[in-house]
């Protein structure tokens, strides 16, 4: 199959869900509407594995997920499903936890530089004194050797002729000639003694390391601040080549339609790189081929043109249709209720989104980054050698390296995009340097004799500094503001601004506008495996934004009840709760109060304001697992009550959502289980088991059952609207070929979101509590051609050039209107 697909659904292939249960489901996503399958990384993983981006293994399919003999079946069966295949890879890095199942990092252990694999992983070998510095010691070398913690076992192996070094569950391959001269007597099975454990790890090509240490003492480009995700050199043509033979099998036997490209911002080269696979793929036979980026972009900030891809994964597609769901006038009243509780949590309730971002930014490059940043000072010093070029007399090299180091974390801070790709973006460089030199004059002159060595594409630092920044800004902003910033949970969304905090209906449709015209084949989503929220969560808590008084008063009961001490997280937390409330049967279930204990952790130690994953604050922890187990127990029937309040405006929230990104540009992807209400959590809780069985039998009564369903809680009206919306862009494209605004106009028009593509009308509701209260749609109308139209969802019958919205809308709070046939 080749050419663009009309629309994906996204399938996490695991050990538990892996190609054979994949493929039972392709008829289910054939009779959904789907046009290709889009699967989760295929590569060998390590071992346990639930997402697959610790690739450990780029030559074959793993076999936990179903291997090569798997993939065969699962593409007949979608091939009989009349299905194309889009695979996520994952380009940038390789899964280093267990190294013994990672050949080409076992290889470097053992051999050092002469490993045929030493380039193969972006290494700073000079630092290591010719080793890599490997941290997974529980304590110090000498109190982990002195405890004998470290053994000796010289039974050779294939992969390991010189034997092996354990600590506790690590093994690490000893390099050749390690036992020669060494050991306490000979036949012993196993060796501890201290004096011969040091001797034998003098011989090593790597050092170990306090676990700790990873933080400032580490030798080796990672994703992001991942140790166990070691960065790969992708660049190298024999390393492209080696670590994409196995996927580029897999186009050219015709297994995949097309490639999903995970961070492709960690590479050295992200242009270039999309040009050497894009020339590879036409090489394996595929003329056309179709390539996302999993690229986030800064608000305003646009996909880089010159790049070969169909566009990105949907992250920015995400934050305006949320958007344009938010009640713009309830932004005064939640940064009210904001300010009083950063108050009296003892925080500055003047900190607006700017300066708190620049404040988590600047936190992880003065700790989790610091390695990073102390490798791009040792770059800086080799620019500033002989025949340097534009380093060279710079006035940075005056500066000591605290003072580089101060200065380059600074710029990182401020640089307000995730990187740049020189020479274009030059100008994200100098405003970074403008806004770090007002913020610290005592650096100014630092700063500005680094701008133009890091402005040139053909200095190591400049080039590493476009790797750094981006790692700042995910760590800093994704995972650790977004938990700090809780006025409105559905705004701190992976690829949202926060500060933007609606979008008004004529700036989605002129969005919508300029994402036809550029990027017509770009991914659209709602939910993803790296969602903080569930799309329905969302939609249920833009309720809130509507009313922020009564919310004001709930929070603060249910405060009463419990809370953590902290204002902001206990928002957060509480907005959590409501927004993922099943029901008071299911709420009071363990596994629901699991689900939230799990997400109450991460989202407190991401924040790192009252606890963190280093060192966690006990006394905190407490009381908050306190509020969760309140939240379950005394005070869930308030819960319920006032979830019934909103429960109805948060499905027409999720039915509009939906509708706007399904029926709206580019190709929208549904992720697994998403057809229903989804109602999940932050990683790993998004990644849950879905049932397809349950999903493929709704879908049989909706198709056979005359009757429409309500919209409650059971979700047979999204699964309506979600199918009859895919079918129609499958069986009738030439229904999506336009953009066009439509015009609404009546007292509630403000109220509605409509467009044309190009014969499919989309009609959707926003602000559904306002619309309430003024009494629904009295006199609204939507305007356009008199033929007569049809609801894809109800089947009734439209005619005339005035259409009443309290008639399009009667039924359903969206409609998707077709030429009658």
């Known amino acids: 199959m080749t050419g663009r697909p009309l629309s994906t659904y996204r399938l996490q292939i695991r050990e538990s869900f892996d190609l ?27 071992p346990g594995s639930d997402h697959g981006y610790d690739v450990v293994d780029s030559s074959l399919v793993d076999p936990a997920r179903g291997g090569a003999a798997g993939l065969d079946r699962f593409v007949a069966a979608v091939r009989a499903a009349g299905l194309g295949v889009l ?48 941290p ?37 391959p000893l390099a050749p000639g390690s036992l020669d001269d060494a050991g306490p007597s000979a036949g012993a099975a196993t060796w501890a003694e201290p004096d011969t454990v040091r001797a034998i790890l003098e011989r090593q090509h790597y050092e170990l390391r306090f676990w700790r240490d990873e933080a400032a003492h580490l030798n080796y480009r990672r994703f992001f601040a991942v140790t166990t995700l070691a960065g790969l050199r992708v660049e190298r043509p024999d390393v492209f080549a080696a670590s994409h033979a196995e996927i580029l099998r897999w186009v050219r036997e015709g297994l995949a339609d097309g490639l999903r490209i995970d961070h492709p911002d960690g590479l050295l080269d992200p242009g270039g790189y999309l040009e050497q696979l894009a020339a590879a793929m036409r090489e394996a036979g595929d003329a056309e081929p179709y390539v996302l980026v999993e690229k986030i972009l800064e608000h305003g900030e646009a996909l880089p043109s010159w790049w070969e891809t169909a566009g990105t994964t949907g992250y920015d597609a995400m934050a305006e249709v949320a958007r344009v769901l938010v009640d713009p006038a309830g932004e005064a009243p939640l940064d009210a209720l904001d300010a009083r509780l950063r108050t009296e949590t003892g925080l500055d309730p003047s900190t607006g989104w700017h300066d708190l971002i620049h404040d988590t930014k600047r936190m992880i490059a003065d700790t989790i980054q610091v390695a990073e940043i102390r490798r791009l000072v040792r770059a800086l010093r080799r620019a500033q050698g ?52 007002a913020r610290r004059p005592d650096l100014a002159d630092t700063i500005a004799a680094l701008v133009p060595v890091l402005s040139d594409p053909s200095l190591e630092v400049a080039r590493r500094f476009q790797q750094t920044t981006g790692p700042v800004m995910a760590k800093g902003v994704e995972d650790t503001a977004f938990y700090r910033y809780s006025r409105l949970g559905p705004l701190t969304e992976v ?76 928002s957060l937390l509480w907005q959590a709760i409501v927004g993922a ?73 999720g039915l509009a959502q939906k509708l706007l990104q399904l029926a709206g540009p580019g190709v929208p992807d549904v992720y697994q289980g998403s057809e229903l209400w989804e109602m999940s959590l932050v990683d790993p809780d998004n990644r849950r088991a879905v049932d397809f069985d349950a999903r493929a039998r709704m879908l049989a009564e909706l198709d056979a059952d005359g009757d429409l369903p309500a919209v409650d ?41 409509a467009f ?64 009658e046939a």
């Open 495 to 570: 690829g949202g601004d926060p500060s933007e905090f609606a979008l008004p209906v004529a700036g989605f449709h002129a969005a919508q506008i300029a994402r036809h015209a550029a990027w017509p084949h770009a991914m659209t989503a709602l939910s993803t495996h790296d969602t903080k929220r569930g799309e329905d969560v969302r939609a249920r808590l833009t309720v809130l934004a509507e009313i922020p008084a009564r919310w004001a008063e709930v929070l603060e009961r249910f405060r009463a009840v419990a809370s953590t001490g902290h204002g902001p997280f206990d």
């Open 386 to 437: 002989p025949g340097a070029g534009a380093a060279s007399g710079t006035g940075a090299g005056a500066a000591d390296a605290a003072t580089l180091q101060d200065a380059l974390a600074e710029l990182l801070t401020c640089f307000p995009v995730y990187r740049s790709y020189l020479p274009a973006g030059a100008e994200h460089l100098v405003a970074a340097a403008a806004e770090a030199s």
């Open 756 to 819: 044309d593509r190009g014969g499919a009308l989309a009609v959707a509701t926003r602000l559904p509590v306002g619309l309430a209260r003024r009494g629904g749609w009295g006199d609204t109308l939507l305007l356009r051609t008199p033929a007569p139209v049809v609801d894809a969802f109800t089947g009734r019958r439209f005619a005339g050039s005035e259409l009443r919205l309290a008639d399009v809308l009667s039924v359903y709070p969206v409609a998707l209107l077709v030429p």
């Open 581 to 653: 409330w099943p029901g008071l049967d299911e709420a009071r279930g363990e596994v629901f109060r699991d689900r939230l204990h799990a997400y109450a952790e991460k989202a407190a130690r991401e924040a790192a304001e009252a606890t963190g994953w280093w060192d966690p604050v006990e006394a905190f922890e407490a009381r908050m697992h306190a509020v969760v187990d309140a939240a379950t127990g005394a005070a869930a029937a308030d819960i319920d009550a006032f979830v019934s309040e909103i429960a109805a405006a948060g499905w027409s929230n």
């Open 713 to 753: 809680a059971g979700g047979a009206a999204k699964l309506l609207v979600t199918s009859r919306t895919l079918r129609l862009r499958r069986e009738r494209p030439d229904l999506f070929t336009r953009y066009t605004p439509l015009t609404v106009v009546g007292s509630a028009a403000d109220h509605a979101v």
């Open 87 to 134: 695979v996520d890879i994952v380009p940038n890095h390789m899964g280093v936890s267990i190294p013994r199942e990672n050949p080409w990092w076992w290889d470097v252990l053992r051999l050092g530089r002469e490993s045929v694999y030493a380039d193969a992983f972006d290494i700073d070998w000079e630092v290591g004194g010719g080793r890599v510095l490997v």
């Open 20 to 46: 054979g249960a994949a493929a039972s489901v392709a008829d289910y996503l054939r009779d959904l509407g789907v046009s290709w399958a889009y699967l989760s990384p295929l590569l060998k993983a390590t």
């Open 136 to 172: 997974v010691l529980g304590a110090s070398l000498e109190e982990i050797i002195a405890a004998g913690d470290i053994v000796i076992d010289p039974e050779p192996a294939d992969d390991a002729p010189s034997g092996v070094l354990r600590y506790f569950d690590h093994a690490l």
